[in-house]
């Protein structure tokens, strides 16, 4: 038998093109994943190529899995170590479709599906469940059909085994089991069926990719057969759990990092998990999003303002509904929703994460917890900013009693103000200037989704309390007609985005670093860290800080060593190679306008 190409298949829908091996070739090759190289460089009918890597699928079969971009006659050309397949000369059709595109990173920190010059804003709301391919079949189709119905449109999930026990996938490292790939994609299948976006981690931390697999040779294999597998899929690629536990973790994500956008012929979108933050990795130039596995607002909030690319948060709180903690996480669904819009008016895309049914730390999922109070919440949420144009939302600072998200654009008239979200967490006076126009305003209940609409005002100051203060609210402020002109429009993008320059000098620089005053810290006597505000302004009467550290010899990146304006340094053991070292602490200062400063320090460090 020789190959089959599939039948007329609707743009940007999975095309499988199956190979299969003679007798002969299979006793030449007993163990294709390791021997057989196949691929083939497609042609779409606007002379556009693509190349995309084949994988094996078990006994004789060979698959080289595509997804066509437009409609038409699709030509493509196999290479191969099989010469009766080397240069063959093959095509397909694709028939029109009506898919929105691809997902990708637009208008600096947002979303967008793209597919040639048209635009569909993307409002990423995701949820966890590590274990997606190792669960009960009907259990995991209970969880993805409650999350569809809740209107999440992305799962997290690790595509091996966890550690400790039985490992499926890779029986040896030179030897996947297809059938429990086979089983994973007809999974994606499902999650995509539902329009839900599969975040694919390849692997758990503590060192489980390269413990499994120990050389380079054995990690750029695997690399090479997930994305053959999955890249035609809706997925994105999220590297490993978290890249900080392993050895030399930043130049294994890098190496895994360019391989997928070497491999991938859809660029889909590529980062990693953290115990932090990802943002040490973006300087390498592989990761299109920043992901963040923290609550803290100052991280988040800092960030935004020095990282031009999207956030998404996949950590921000695990709820607790019911199933118990899991490795300590886990909080009621009050404290999670006010987590998540805290990451939300940092500018963060949320992951949602239930101890009953992501999995977390190994802990059992069960489909019951799917139902849960946050996770409803999770829903309101999405429907609130699903009325906005979130896609060009930035935080905004001229508020008192809130944080707030804003849109302002710069006119031939000067600067007019669009739309204002205001979360109030302690309910109290809010005040907040805008640019003076004439606005609808409305508080929003973030528990039930139930609006109260205020009296219309004209001016540049909004003055207000919450209907009550039994709970935190959200104050919604904005200009109907001036948002339904820019629907009508079709404008994706009514302005630009532009990063500020942080501020470096010394004698510019509002604060000072006060602690620690000497030049030596120890690993084994964490230091207490302090900074002082050396001009007292306006501006300066609320800071929020960030403390980093940095070997910067041993290229391992940046790590989050504190926040806040005092406390104790957390400097992580694997910060270094070796020991004594000189570690640079930079503190970033960000005053109540959003301007960010930054100053450095160098210290020897010792163990």
């Known amino acids: 038998m020789g190959q089959t190409v599939c039948p007329p298949t609707p743009a940007f829908s999975p095309c499988d093109i199956t190979f299969e091996l003679s007798s002969e070739e299979t006793t030449a090759h007993p163990n294709p994943y390791l021997t057989v190289v196949l691929e083939a460089e497609f042609r779409s009918p606007r002379y556009r190529t693509y190349r995309v890597p084949g994988f094996w699928d078990g006994g004789q079969r060979l698959v080289i899995r595509f997804k ?168 994105t690629w999220q590297g490993v759990e978290a890249f900080e536990t392993y050895e030399n973790g930043r130049a294994l994500l890098k190496h895994i990092g360019q391989l997928l956008k070497k491999l991938d012929p859809y660029q889909r979108p590529r980062s990693t998990g953290t115990l932090a933050t990802s943002s040490p990795l973006a300087g390498d130039e592989w990761m299109s999003f920043v992901t963040y596995q923290s609550p803290d607002d100052q991280l988040g909030s800092i960030e935004h303002q020095l990282f031009a690319a999207p956030f998404v948060n996949l950590g921000f709180a695990a709820e607790d509904g019911g199933a118990g903690k899991a490795g300590g996480e886990g909080v009621d669904a009050d404290a999670f929703r006010r987590r998540l819009w805290n990451a939300t008016v940092s500018g963060q895309y949320p992951t949602f994460s239930n101890t009953g049914t992501s999995g977390l730390c190994g802990a059992a999922v069960d489909p019951r917890f799917a139902d849960s109070p946050a996770a409803r919440q999770m829903g309101i949420w999405f429907d609130f900013f699903s009325r906005t144009r979130h896609w060009e939302l930035e935080p905004y600072f001229d508020v008192d009693g809130g944080r707030a998200l804003a849109l302002e654009r710069v006119t031939q008239d000067g600067t007019e103000g669009i739309e204002y979200i205001i979360y109030v967490e302690k309910p109290g006076s809010v005040e907040i200037l805008v640019q003076k126009r004439g606005y609808d305003a409305e508080w929003f209940n973030p528990i039930t989704g139930e609006r109260t609409k205020l009296k219309g005002f004209k001016g540049d100051r909004f003055t207000g309390t919450p209907p009550d203060r039994a709970h935190d609210w959200v104050l919604h402020i904005y200009r109907e007609g001036r948002l339904e002109g820019l629907r009508r429009s079709y404008k994706f993008e009514s302005r630009a985005i532009l990063m500020q320059e942080i501020e470096q000098l010394p004698q510019r620089t509002p604060f000072e670093v006060a602690a620690p005053s000497g030049d030596a810290l120890s690993l084994s006597s964490p230091a207490k860290f302090a900074a002082r505000v050396t001009r007292e302004t306006r501006a300066t009467r609320a800071m929020t800080w960030l403390w980093t550290g940095e070997v910067t010899p041993d290229q391992r990146g940046y790590r989050v060593i504190g926040t806040g304006r005092e406390g104790v340094f957390n400097i992580p053991s694997n910060i270094a190679s070796s020991y004594p070292a000189a570690l640079a602490v930079r503190l970033y200062g960000m005053n109540a306008n959003g301007k960010v400063y930054s100053l450095i320090r160098v210290y020897q460090l010792s163990k």
Do not use: C
């Open 68 to 235: 066509p971009m437009e409609a038409g006659t699709w030509v493509f050309r196999v290479s191969s170590n099989i010469a009766r397949f080397n240069g063959k000369e093959l095509q397909f059709t694709a028939t029109e479709s009506k898919s929105p595109g691809f997902l990708r990173p637009i208008n600096v920190h947002h979303w967008a599906w793209v597919n040639e010059d048209v635009r569909t804003p993307h409002l990423w709301m995701g949820d966890t469940l590590y274990p997606f391919g190792y669960i009960d079949r009907a259990a995991f189709e209970r969880i993805v059909d409650a999350r569809a119905a809740q209107k999440f449109n992305h799962i997290r999930g690790v595509l091996l085994p966890r550690p400790g026990g039985p490992q499926r996938a890779y029986p040896s490292a030179d030897r996947p089991d297809p059938a429990v790939f086979r089983e994973i994609d007809e999974r994606v299948r499902y999650l995509n069926s539902k329009g839900i976006i599969a975040d694919l981690l390849l692997a758990y931390g503590d060192g489980q990719l390269t413990s499994l697999f120990p050389s380079w040779e054995q990690r750029e294999r695997y690399v090479r057969y997930v994305v053959a597998r999955y890249a035609a899929f809706e997925v």
